[in-house]
């Protein structure tokens, strides 16, 4: 086997939302594979801050200000990669946002509001990118689901809802241009340690730990939480031509917790 088909050389990656977090993780190791690096996030303070981020890395990543709700921005912002980088090879839909409100205070705008971001965004921006790889002959697209594409929680209607349907929307792009040689498969994340997740970790005021961040711990069997940099193998893997007969592949990334009923209380 030719241990260079996990290389990822000469290949231009957007990662959306890649300033920090899970996004900042998978670019760092796609260029760490030999990609070439362009993310987006929505604010200039955020742009700034993750170009001093990937130079510390030693990536030269290009970010540029685009909402991956607006079909004019995304539009712009694949023009704008395109000419300065080249064709997108490979996608990772990776901006998402998360609320935590009991469904009967949720309103329809919050729902709304996260499937807009979470689901409608990697339409719109696999849909802008689809077109340059279906004419270059071969094609990435990752999606990052969630372990909540397969179970639901309370409080996180819109999240599980959106990434439920994210989840068929992969299976979907994987059958409408397969043909085309295009891969599309998700990552699934576990419970994972960034800001996202924050809320669930703080310490209690009496010093002791969050009691979800105990209950997660108890219900993995790697008996901890993940980290971004768990991420980086299985993003790679997906990017490159050694997953090229994987399609349609959710790969959960989760330390075990969707396999593992719990212990016994
Ligand atoms: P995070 O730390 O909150 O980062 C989210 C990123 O998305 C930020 O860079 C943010 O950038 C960007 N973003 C949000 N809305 C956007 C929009 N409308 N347009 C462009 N960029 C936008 O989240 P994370 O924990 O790294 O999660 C990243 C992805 O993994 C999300 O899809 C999340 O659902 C998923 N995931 C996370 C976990 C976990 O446990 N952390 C587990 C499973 C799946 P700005 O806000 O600066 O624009
Ligand atoms: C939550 C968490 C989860 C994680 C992740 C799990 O509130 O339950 O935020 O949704 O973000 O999606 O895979």
Known sequence: MDMNSFRLDGKVALVTGGAYGIGFAMAEALACAGAKIAFNVRSQKNLDKAMEDYAAKGIEAKGYIADVTDETQVAELVAAIEKDMGTIDILVNNAGIIKRIPMLEMTADDFRQVVDIDLNGPFIVAKAVLPGMIKKGHGKIINVCSMMSELGRETIAGYAAAK???KMLTKNICSEFGESNIQCNGIGPGYIATPQTAPLREPQADGS?????????????AGRWGTPEDLQGPVVFLASDASNFVNGHILYVDGGILAYIGKQP
């Open 164 to 166: 439920g349907g994210l």
């Open 209 to 221: 730990r969050h009691p979800f961040d105990q209950f997660i711990v108890a219900k993995t069997p």
